[in-house]
T-cell receptor, first 112, second 116 residues
Framework: AQSVTQLDSQVPVFEEAPVELRCNYSSSVSVYLFWYVQYPNQGLQLLLKYLSGSTLVKGINGFEAEFNKSQTSFHLRKPSVHISDTAEYFCAVSDPRGKLIFGQGTELSVKP | GAVVSQHPSWVICKSGTSVKIECRSLDFQATTMFWYRQFPKQSLMLMATSNEGSKATYEQGVEKDKFLINHASLTLSTLTVTSAHPEDSSFYIC????????????FGQGTRLTVV
């Protein structure tokens, strides 16, 4: 069975500071990994995904994530956050049928 | 990316009535659609997976007679909450995946259901 753990439920950070949102997964098979962002009362928007190849994945809005197989991690990073990055972030793993298993979510709160 | 449209974005209904939520893929054919439920401040919980032309596969604990899913065409899936009760109030989100895009699913905007 696959599972995803997001280690921080809330991450407060000041504007222009760097941020890392942590995600660990468990799976007995090869996985695809995703990060999604959700703004209040909206659906999910894909930030980035890891399918294969380079372990450093760059996404939209200046975010990037690094796939670490030995540590089963897929942490999301941004070198300098903006107020507009305030949102809920979800890490997810996909099984071969495309079924997504989500982490619990991390609320990123960017303060001026 | 591909566009998935979900309608309505919000709905208020009386207890005991039924509500239908539509999920449409606008620019691709969705062979598989997923329906999720999200409670406030919580993650998305997969309710069911539907493949075009076949019966939906429900996750454990989800009442199939309560949440009717129809995926009659390659661009439309519907979720009907039958005999809704206040505890069914939630945020419902659909996602759609095409056969040629088996690594990614695209999400609708979500539907806020409030049962009074």
């Amino acid at each position: 069975a696959q599972s995803v753990t997001q280690l921080d439920s809330q991450v407060p950070v000041f504007e222009e500071a760097p941020v890392e949102l942590r995600c660990n997964y468990s799976s007995s098979v090869s996985v695809y990994l995703f990060w999604y962002v959700q703004y209040p009362n909206q659906g999910l928007q894909l930030l980035l995904k890891y399918l294969s190849g380079s372990t450093l994945v760059k996404g939209i809005n200046g975010f990037e994530a690094e796939f670490n197989k030995s540590q089963t991690s897929f942490h999301l990073r941004k070198p300098s956050v903006h107020i507009s990055d305030t949102a809920e972030y979800f890490c997810a793993v996909s099984d071969p049928r495309g079924k997504l298993i989500f982490g619990q979510g991390t609320e990123l709160s960017v303060k001026p | 990316g591909a566009v998935v449209s979900q309608h309505p974005s919000w709905v208020i209904c009386k207890s005991g009535t039924s509500v239908k939520i539509e999920c449409r893929s606008l620019d691709f054919q969705a062979t598989t659609m997923f329906w999720y439920r999200q409670f406030p401040k919580q993650s998305l919980m997969l309710m069911a997976t539907s493949n075009e032309g076949s019966k939906a596969t429900y996750e454990q604990g989800v009442e199939k007679d309560k949440f009717l899913i129809n995926h009659a065409s390659l661009t439309l899936s519907t979720l009907t909450v039958t005999s809704a009760h206040p505890e069914d109030s939630s945020f419902y989100i659909c996602s759609a995946r095409a056969a040629r895009m088996n690594t990614e699913a695209f999400f609708g905007q979500g539907t806020r259901l409030t049962v009074v």
